[in-house]
Antibody
Framework: QVQLQQWGAGLLKPSETLSLTCAVN????????WNWIRQPPGKGLEWIGQ???????NYNPSLTSRVTISVDTSKNQFSLNLTSVTAADTAVYYC???????????????????WGKGTTVTVSS | IQLTQSPSSLSAFVGDRVAITCRAS??????LAWYQQKPGKAPKLLIY???TLQSGVPSRFSGSRSGTDFTLTISSLQPEDSATYYC?????????FGQGTKLEIK
């Protein structure tokens, strides 16, 4: 059964770079897109971006100028870097697997079915 | 694409039938998923493709679509259903979530 184990620095100062990594354990790495999602305290979910094993990437335009998602296929890991953080970047950051259902011809229904436990990142001077 | 959930919060009794609505600002076909999130936990997938129940999810959960309106229904509310529920569109980038509906058990 696949599990996502994530880690990274939990306390940052403004202007520093947030770096998180998510390791995929117990399942295929190459068949999926791998996502980062965040949730500010007491608020809703925001999709940050995704990557697959080939390095195909999609970012949320609201973060494109500061975000980089990368993949290390030799370790079955993917990472998130977010530069120039501010207090607004304080959130729980989740990694998640995107799978799809293609049982309906010509349709690929995506969903995020496996999630990491989340990493709390606080930005404070 | 903006997703608007209603209500933002609700309270119901065990055994009640509960419905949460998610309205998309434009057409997304059936590229919509529903998640349940409990405090301090990651979201859990309940439904995808608007109405397909994820494996292992109790059958009291169901989803439906009418145009750009989507509904998550819990047929007989259980105490463990107390949580916040989110819809997500995966029709186009950037993926977006609804603002959430907090469900409380009376």
């Amino acid at each position: 059964q696949v599990q996502l184990q994530q880690w990274g620095a939990g306390l940052l100062k403004p202007s520093e770079t947030l770096s998180l990594t998510c390791a995929v354990n117990g399942g295929s790495f190459s068949d999926y897109f791998w996502n980062w999602i965040r949730q500010p305290p007491g608020k809703g979910l925001e999709w940050i971006g995704q990557i697959n094993h080939s390095g195909d990437i999609n970012y949320n335009p609201s973060l494109t100028s500061r975000v980089t998602i990368s993949v290390d296929t030799s370790k079955n890991q993917f990472s998130l870097n977010l530069t120039s953080v501010t207090a607004a970047d304080t959130a729980v950051y989740y990694c998640a697997r995107q799978d799809f259902d293609s049982s309906v011809p010509h349709y690929y229904y995506f969903y995020m079915d496996v999630w990491g436990k989340g990493t709390t990142v606080t930005v404070s001077s | 694409i903006q997703l608007t959930q209603s209500p933002s919060s609700l309270s119901a009794f065990v055994g009640d039938r509960v419905a949460i609505t998610c309205r998309a600002s434009q057409g997304i076909s059936s590229y919509l998923a529903w998640y349940q999130q409990k405090p301090g936990k990651a979201p859990k997938l309940l439904i995808y493709a608007a109405s397909t129940l994820q494996s292992g999810v109790p059958s009291r959960f169901s989803g439906s679509r009418s145009g750009t309106d989507f509904t998550l229904t819990i047929s007989s509310l259980q105490p463990e259903d107390s949580a916040t529920y989110y819809c997500q569109q995966l029709n186009s980038y950037p993926y977006t979530f609804g603002q959430g509906t907090k469900l409380e058990i009376k």
